[in-house]
């Protein structure tokens, strides 16, 4: 088991640009989230799938901000335009949604974005 | 809405000392409960949970965590740390039906020799 896939692990680009973070999950995982973590705000959710549908995107900071999931092995984060504000962690999670719902994510190992 | 509070920021600790990392939850049933340690660069790992039954539960790398129901706490203990421990460390919270797990604010561990 490779675990949760991400990429890039860095990237830098400059104010504008629109910048596209990739997961991959842990397979016949059927819950994917998307954190952000900056040193003022600690760890944010920002969205999460189930069953490669969105739940609740309510942690979506602004338009500027869109997730998607084609399929059950991918998803992607991608801001447009970016802004210096943006400048965090990105963490993708996934889990094995039981109907007991405990719920146990594991981690990918994050995408540094920094917006010049 | 469920919360968490981590109270302390940061905590230093002399190597082969005892460590307790605190934990407070604000919901008004009974939550399910999780530690996870976050080593510079790198994503989170899971060290331990509390979904039901006995309120101590041993996790990985030798960390016990117990649910205080009363106190409404999940402290995380180790009876003494490795310089390895060193790290920041999160408490969690979920509730039952719902897939979203609501993180405290961390604190950061440092160890001296």
């Known amino acids: 088991d490779a675990g949760v896939i991400q990429s890039p692990r860095h990237e830098v680009t400059e104010m504008g640009q629109e910048v596209t973070l990739r997961c991959k999950p842990i397979s016949g995982h059927n819950s994917l989230f998307w954190y952000r973590q900056t040193m003022m705000r600690g760890l944010e959710l920002l969205i999460y799938f189930n069953n490669n549908v969105p739940i609740d995107d309510s942690g979506m900071p602004e338009d500027r901000f869109s997730a998607k999931m084609p399929n059950a092995s991918f998803s992607t984060l991608k801001i447009q335009p970016s802004e210096p504000r943006d400048s965090a962690v990105y963490f993708c999670?996934?889990?094995?949604?039981?109907?007991?719902?405990?719920?146990?994510?594991?981690f990918g190992a994050g995408s540094r974005l920094t917006v010049l | 809405a469920q919360s968490v509070t981590q109270p302390d920021i940061h905590i230093t600790v002399s190597e082969g000392a005892s460590l307790e990392l605190r934990c407070n939850y604000s919901y008004g049933a009974t939550p399910y409960l999780f530690w996870y340690v976050q080593s510079p660069g790198q994503g989170l790992q899971l060290l331990l949970k509390?979904?039901?039954?006995?309120?101590l539960v041993q996790g990985i790398k030798g960390f016990e965590a117990e649910f205080k129901r009363s106190q409404s706490s999940f402290n995380l203990r180790k009876p003494s740390v490795h310089w390895s421990d060193a790290a920041e460390y999160f408490c969690?919270?979920?509730?039952?039906?719902?897939?979203?797990?609501?993180f405290g604010t961390g604190t950061r561990l440092t160890i001296i020799p």
């Open positions: 969690a919270v979920g509730i039952f039906g719902n897939e979203k797990l609501t």
């Open positions: 509390y979904f039901s039954g006995d309120t």
């Open positions: 999670a996934s889990s094995y949604t039981r109907l007991s719902g405990a719920n146990v994510l594991t």
